[in-house]
């Protein structure tokens, strides 16, 4: 029976190699605007129901579709004002359905990673073909409609299966957003190639704090400015991320929209933020820090 994950050592925090993002940054900041397409009858996954009441469940679907009609509009005002680009966790089936967005995040030169096909199929019971030929297939239609060879993934609702890491280094992906465990980057254990979880902070995530947590606007904007300030401090010892994920039929009604932004232009005011995508911390992390990274690992392990 396994004990742990299996996918990075134990590495505590203090006494790590230190980080320093360009021109000096304490934090690395980005968002992850969740860019997605739910079915209102998918196929059965027998290990999970897209809904929680039987299909069709009209309610919920609609929600979600305003978020691309109406709120992902909204979203990208808001972040043009502070020049903060997205870093989107995108179903790639919203390429089919939805390609006025995708247009208009190319012209904002956002980074796309991909969130499997759709936010209802899940990758649970999926053989390891199976899973390849999903993650082959979001990456070939994000390029074909971007021009973006994705480096980034995040599994479709949080679905992994076993083969997920490794799938991910053998394809080419440089870092995955699924594992929490940490607020820098972390190098992975995988038998070929070189992959990093890239801090993704949930305990911000939109859909947990308005749909779990339940939490008004306020008090999301308020806990967003604590999260960066706890990270920003830490960040003069040795670099941080700090993630935003965000969905915008959350974050996008009109109720909730001027809370976010609040939150966003105390986080750009900073002096020493670096404001990127993800795929610019995980290239400038690989190219600088990587190696002295795995090595400190190993050292301590073998210590």
Known sequence: MKSDLALYDYWPYANRPKIVWPNGARVAFWIAPNIEFYEIDPPNNPDRAPWARPNPDVGPVSSRDHG??????????????????????????????????????VARNWEFFSHGIYNTRYSYGMSRDQEKAMLQDSMDTILKATGQRIAGYLTPALTHTENTMELLAELGFTYTCDLFQDDQPHPLKVKAGKLISMPYTMSINDIFCFNSFLVTPRRYCQMIKDEFDQLYEEGEKSGTVMCIPLHAFLIGQGHRLAAFEEALAYITSNPGVWVATAREIAEYYNANYYDACVADIAARKNG
């Open 68 to 105: 691309n009609r109406v709120a992902q509009w909204r979203l990208m005002e808001v972040m043009d004002r502070y020049k903060v680009r997205g870093s989107v966790s995108l179903s790639a089936a919203v390429c089919d359905h939805h390609p006025e967005i995708i247009k208009e995040c």
